[in-house]
């Protein structure tokens, strides 16, 4: 097996960097163990001690609501003591380099770094440089990986179609600046689901995205055809008013989700979306709110998800 | 030292319960053996309430040194816990570390009015101040063998003795 930073001697894992070259059996096993996580936020107490004493730090360089909720509901769901550090608006603006903050916080006795950061590359940075107790997990860094949400969204795939053969899966938007489609498509790929299609216009898909085995697609009727998943990315705001894109109203013309347009999928076919939503933009409203949209259901079956990700990372020690 | 038959030493802990378990008592078994126990102590008792089944990898006291279990299976208590009367059911009684944990994930489920533990096996070593309530045999063991109940495809139990530490 080819070098990979994120498994230890054992071939166990020991951070969570990306989900690419990461082995079929140890997202299967991740997958598993999140849907026994499951049932433990149906309790009285909702709180197992597995992370008891362990300090779980929150370091996220790029603002996020969703992603830093639910990994702290994550950590406490776990026992952990969560230390959020929104690092945008502390050392980092007086000139502090991200090693010495990440070595600050290690002499704080941190034994987890959640890392999000704009820069690709980032969390393998980190996960180079602290002492091997500690673990890493990558929670979006630039335009690279956002691994625990690729997974979530394998986790709702599963849950939804059982078996990832026979599936199309139609990703749909800017998957140029997408670090979600990216882990999404390498999770997907491992799993062995036969057809993955990414949609959008030719100024948002990245010019070489063939290479990791999806189809390209530039016309929704074409792309949507017969598809059981149908993943909507969010459109980023800052995106539509550059030479990307002429404007919001003309992307949705062609490319936003409308009940029209997901009539094309298979009649059973599932609505995902990481958040936020741009409603009227990517998405239509009917379409976020109907019948067929698993989209909250993501945010949830996402606890159990890192859940699992983290129990199985500190248990590698 | 052959093993007893563990399908008669099933037919014994029926008997010693049948007595003492209303129909109102909520079974759980503990994940494997306990489960398959408890699935015939079910049946065979005529219990009203559906099984509940656990897995306590989440409880255990051995995580930090050996991790997570990597086959861990969802706990399913489809009952109310608060105000039970629950019988715990596992196969081979042996530290008592597998019960303590198994009492700290019920307890998070709710207080429960009282909570008795069966067992097929008792093979002594225990380390906690654990009894069972109900239990077919006790065997004498050695420190280097495992004691396992394994169940045939037609679900006859029966038990087999490995080498400690070739299975979890």
């Known amino acids: 097996m080819a070098y990979n930073p994120q498994l230890n001697a054992n071939g166990e894992l020991q951070h969570l960097l990306t989900i690419e070259g990461l082995p079929r059996a140890v997202i299967l096993h991740i997958l598993d163990t999140a849907h026994s996580f499951l049932s433990v936020a149906e309790r009285e107490i909702k709180k197992v001690p597995l992370l008891r004493g362990k300090s779980v730090f929150n370091l996220f360089f790029e603002s996020s609501t969703r992603t830093r909720t639910t990994f702290e509901i994550a950590a406490k769901r776990l026992s952990a003591d969560v230390i959020n550090l929104n690092v945008g608006t502390s050392s980092q603006s007086k000139g502090e380099t991200l090693l010495d903050t990440v070595a600050n916080l290690s002499a704080m006795h941190a034994d987890m770094f959640v890392v999000r950061h704009g820069q690709s590359g980032a969390a393998h940075l980190i996960a180079r440089h602290v002492a091997p107790y500690i673990h890493v997990i990558n929670a979006g860094d630039g335009r690279h990986a956002h691994p625990t949400q690729g997974l979530l969204d394998m986790f709702t795939i599963r849950h939804y179609k059982k078996e990832f053969s026979g599936l199309r899966v139609a990703i749909v938007g800017d998957v140029l600046h997408s670090r979600v489609a990216r882990s999404q498509i390498h999770a997907l790929t491992t799993l062995g689901v036969p057809e993955v299609r990414v949609i959008g216009p030719r100024t948002l898909l990245p010019a070489n995205v063939a290479e990791l085995g999806v189809q390209v697609h530039h016309d929704m009727a074409q792309g949507l055809k017969d598809a059981d998943v149908v993943i909507m990315l969010r459109l980023q705001n800052e995106r539509m008013n550059g030479a990307l894109l002429p404007s919001a109203q003309e992307f949705f013309k062609h490319y936003g989700l409308t009940p029209e347009k997901l009539a094309l999928a298979k009649s059973d076919a599932i609505v995902m979306h990481p958040g936020p939503m741009n409603r009227g933009v990517e998405i239509d409203s009917s379409v976020a709110d109907g019948g067929q949209s698993v989209i909250l259901p993501q945010v949830t079956f996402g606890i159990a998800v890192r859940m699992a990700v983290m129990s199985i990372l500190a248990g590698n020690s | ?168």
């Open chain 2, 1 to 168: 030292m052959p093993l007893p038959d563990a399908e008669a030493l099933l037919e014994r802990l029926i008997q010693q319960m049948r007595p003492h378990v209303g129909a109102e008592a909520r079974l759980i078994g503990i994940h494997t053996g306990g489960v398959w126990l408890a699935h015939r102590l079910h049946q065979a008792l005529g219990l009203a309430q559906p099984l509940g089944t656990m897995d306590v990898s989440f409880y255990r006291d051995d995580y930090g040194s050996r991790g997570l279990n990597p086959r861990v299976k969802p706990s399913d208590i489809p009952f109310e816990i608060a105000g039970a009367d629950v019988i715990l059911v596992d196969d081979v009684l042996y530290t008592g570390r597998t019960i303590r944990a198994a009492l700290n994930e019920l307890f998070d489920y709710g207080r429960p009015q009282r909570v008795r533990l069966a067992a097929l096996v008792d093979r002594g070593g225990r380390e906690l101040p654990i009894a069972p309530q109900f239990l077919a045999a006790e065997l004498q063991v050695g420190d280097d063998e495992q004691i396992e109940l394994k169940r045939s495809d037609d679900g006859r139990l029966s038990l087999v003795v490995n080498a400690a530490g070739s299975t979890a």
